[in-house]
């Protein structure tokens, strides 16, 4: 560890109130979730206070019975303890479905584990050694390429084209030829509309929804499997192609199934890493900068730090050299975690949090609540990167904090996002200045992923 990574815990913090909706003072029920413009395009806006405060909640929604847990313990039974009891749900399937199909994020079984022992080479610690060198060269040309007069800059926008551009690269040799203006918005289009909460959702009909942005949504979901799809198709007839991710995963697929099934099965992959894969890194990047540019003492510490790394030469080294960073990269995760609900349908009868969970019943987990309950966490709305302080992490449950999800289910690029994000915001860092744009009003909207609503405009200076 650096001496100036060191500093921090010899300065008396100062704390600041990240934005988030306030809590409703009680649950608002099924029909203003689905019929009110605010809640149903912002799950977050419809959470009552009580769900912050309580480790078991139940709800009942039109026949089926909802279990809210935010008890560690039996958070853990539901992902490890007794996981096989245990499978994503119908509508979230179908919710995710036209996107990404039958890969790895939306099978389950045998399926699921073929596929998961199919991926794993890409993503051990080796491997993402092995392109940490990619993510310093990209996280250089974000840098080059992004205005440092101080003026207001979307570092939403930033971190959704350098993020893409790691993933095209990484995974596919840089060849989807898909730019970026027009995949950004297209895939915006896909997660808006997917992600609001509508009663077609609720009855499987959302292939039907006549709703303008579910319209966006299928028509940008074509668009996109279209392209992807060209993409594949090439590369599967290509002699002497790269012997990337997105090759291996076709032969090995061409070696198990018939040709037109591997193509599917590979175009379902390669649109979950290619969409889902880019997202979710993005969006913590952007609710980390915006931290850091609201915090001015934890942006110096986390500067002097970077700076510090990067001196040293070595991109394959600079995450190693960056224990603050890293605190509050897990503290981002904390406060806008990328996957902010997870559900789970009961197979067989069981106990959680005392009560009796019969079989067809819903276990929901909201990353958003279980990340800021008041019996788990000291000022919990407060962004503090001591919260990953080693020493607080020891007296921590594993399951309190599950920003990549857990058990064997974990999302599988964790090391992957880890590191792509401490090396591009730790470039920043020792490149820019941030600081809040004036009169601009941070909200976080929650459709397919946790993001902030209208992007992160902030002022951004070259030092």
Not at 56 to 70: A, E, F, M, P, S
Not at 294 to 313: I, P, Y
Not at 331 to 348: F, K, Q
Not at 396 to 413: K, N, S, T
Request: charged share 25%.
């Amino acid at each position: 560890m650096t001496d100036a990574s060191l500093t921090y815990a010899h300065v008396p913090p100062v704390r600041f109130r990240p934005s988030a909706p306030e809590p409703l003072e009680r649950d608002p029920g099924l029909l203003p979730m689905l019929f009110s413009p605010r809640m149903s395009r912002n799950v977050l806006t419809a959470i009552p206070r009580e769900a912050f405060e309580r480790s078991y909640r139940q709800v009942k929604v039109l026949n089926l019975t909802y279990h809210g847990i935010n008890e560690p313990d039996a958070i853990k039974r539901v992902f490890l303890d007794n996981a096989q009891n245990y499978r994503r749900p119908g509508f979230v399937k179908r919710m995710l479905q036209p996107i990404l199909g039958d890969s790895l994020l939306n099978t389950e079984g045998d399926a699921w584990r073929g596929q998961r022992r199919l991926m794993a080479g890409t993503f051990t610690p080796h491997a993402v050694d092995a392109v940490t060198p990619l993510f310093a060269r990209l996280a250089e040309r974000s840098c080059d390429r992004t205005p440092g007069d101080g003026g207001p800059v979307d570092m939403a926008a930033e971190a959704t084209r350098t993020t893409l551009e790691v993933i095209d690269e990484a995974l596919y040799s840089g060849q989807t030829g898909m730019p970026f203006q027009e995949v950004s918005s297209l895939v915006r289009d896909v997660m808006v509309g997917t992600g609001q909460l509508r009663l077609s959702l609720l009855l499987g009909l959302q292939g039907l929804d006549p709703g303008a942005a579910q319209r966006r949504a299928r028509r940008a979901q074509r668009i996109l499997a279209q392209r992807m799809g060209g993409f594949i198709r090439a590369r599967a007839a290509m002699a002497d192609a790269p012997d990337d991710f997105i090759t291996r995963l076709y032969r090995t697929f061409a070696s198990e199934h018939p040709h037109d099934e591997a193509i599917q099965l590979t175009l379902d992959n390669a649109m979950t890493f290619f969409v889902a894969g880019h997202e979710t890194t993005a969006n913590g990047l952007a609710w980390a900068v915006y931290l850091l540019a609201s915090d001015d003492q934890a942006q110096t510490w986390a500067r002097e730090e970077s700076l510090a790394a990067w001196r040293e030469g070595d991109p394959a080294l600079v995450a190693e050299r960056l224990p603050y960073l890293r605190m509050v990269w897990e503290e981002t995760l904390r406060l806008y975690p990328p996957v902010h609900r997870i559900d789970r349908e009961a197979l067989g009868d069981d106990e959680l949090c005392g009560q009796r969970i019969r079989k067809g019943d819903q276990v929901t987990i909201w990353p958003w609540v279980l990340h800021r309950h008041r019996t788990l966490w000291d000022e919990p709305d407060l962004f503090n990167p001591e919260n990953f302080d080693p020493e607080a992490k020891l007296g921590r449950h594993r399951y309190q904090y599950i920003p990549f999800g857990a058990g064997p289910r974990i999302c599988i690029g964790m090391g992957f996002a880890q590191t792509e994000a401490l090396i591009i915001l730790s470039r920043w860092l020792a490149t820019f200045r941030f600081a809040p744009a004036p009169g601009r009003k941070v909200e976080p909207l929650a459709d397919f992923t946790l993001r902030p609503q209208g992007g992160m405009p902030l002022l951004v200076e070259r030092i």
